[in-house]
């Protein structure tokens, strides 16, 4: 019998292992927690005839196993490669990867794609095993995965019919040797597409298009698929003219970006408002779209991009963007203390969506924020905070850090409480509820230095909030 190791026993490794088992491998499930122990694992590499390893995202590729593995050269792939080799090829993938916004986005996808009527199902970093899903053999026309960076890592061979890059901002610094060696595994989503696929293309974020000519001018960007380019602005194929979301009557056509303003062309040329109505339709309002703020924009224009490919009529996107709900743990209203709004945003995992988050409310903020340090530079966050936070509250491993940022402005509105539960004690006795104001947690970071994850960092949130400050 074949034999290969699956090492870390997430969501992805159960998965990887139970669709090698099926497919007649013998496996031996590494984790130093639950499954035999990383020495055992070199043990066996140095006794035993192993195939390959499926590496868990989260395993760092420097670990003492994986070092082992490649001095013998041991072949290491990721469960995103091995789902991608036993999957149906008649399914088509959605592969959607950046820093912000992912999960909406993928979810809002493939719930579109539902209530459109496809066979469908969501994977990847959204929290389902790519694998586990191809293992169970489930009749599908679409997958759709969210794929962090480290799923993206040494290049997998997996092609998407749709793949999109929603935004790039520093995150996982402690993982890659600079901003750029991110970024750039992030552009391995489009490495194995054709003619016959499609990119979206974020033409509002300037650190895509930095990246893009980087690579352009190394001969390593794909430019074989479509580029169906989106915008809050007046560019690309579905884009937003006067607060209207509008969308180019052939997909496959653009509009250039007018850099000056509509009401100063010649009075011989056509206006900017005339050749929009004449190449573009509208299709909604912004107003009318269920979730907002303007993180969630970039995410509808995605969401849409999609089901336009997809030939998804306007009727049905509409119907679908007035009427779905935000996900939980991102920026998710979930309790009211007389006019004292309390806000989850736990999935505020990095500096640029706690920003963006501060951004979407205009009464007084009071922030609360920390975690894993990640090495990462908060100069906007700290930005942000002076310009419109009203009063802060620091958590976690980053507490300090914050903190002498905080002093080093002039901000002494804060206090470094260590933890959840001191905050929440400290806002019943501090705070006025009868003020018009939003208490914000939106940490700006990982959750790993006191939580499992960002999911168990939001529930616990919202717990201690209910049982300390009562229910509404």
Known sequence: MKKCIVFGAGLSGLGAKELLEKKGFEVYLIDDKIGMSSKEGINSINSEEIEFIVKSPGISWKSELLLEAMSKGIKIISE???????????????????????????????????????????????????????????????????????????????????????????????????????????????????????????????????????????????????????????????????????????????????????????????????????????????????????????????????????NISNDKIRDFLKTTKALEHRLENFFLKQKTLFINDSKGTNVESTVKAIEAFKNKIILIAGGENKKICNDELIKKIKERVFFVYLIGETATLLSRDLDNIGYSNYKNLEKLENVILDIKESVDFEENQTVLFSPATASFDQFKNFEERGRIFKELTNKILGEI
Do not use: W
Request: aromatic share 10%; with cysteine.
């Open 80 to 310: 995103i490669d091995l789902a991608y080799k036993y999957m149906d090829k008649n399914i088509k993938i959605i592969g959607i990867t950046g820093t912000n916004g992912k999960t909406t986005t993928v979810t809002k996808i493939y719930e579109l794609l539902e209530f459109a009527g496809f066979k469908t199902a969501l994977a990847g970093n959204a929290g389902y095993s790519f694998a586990k899903l191809v293992a169970d053999e489930i009749e599908l026309e679409y997958i759709v995965l969210e794929l962090s960076s480290y799923q993206l890592e040494n290049n997998p061979k997996i092609h998407p019919f749709i793949s999109g890059n929603i935004n790039l901002t520093p995150d996982h610094l402690m993982r890659y040797t600079g901003i750029d060696d991110y970024y750039i595994t992030k552009f391995n989503i489009f490495n194995n597409q054709d003619e016959d696929d499609y990119m979206l293309l974020n033409l509002d974020d300037r650190e895509f298009q930095r990246i893009s000519a980087l690579l352009e001018k190394e001969g390593k960007l794909n430019n074989k698929p479509k580029k169906i380019g989106l915008s809050k602005n007046t560019k690309g194929t579905v884009f937003v003219f006067k607060n209207k979301i509008r969308i180019m009557k052939k997909i496959d056509e653009k509009i250039q970006h007018f850099i000056f303003d509509y009401e100063e062309l010649d009075e011989n040329e056509k206006t900017l408002n005339e050749i929009v109505c004449d190449k573009a339709e509208k299709l909604m309002d912004i107003e009318a779209l269920s979730l907002k703020g303007n993180h969630n924009l970039e995410n509808v224009l995605f969401i849409i991009g999609t089901g336009k490919i997809l």
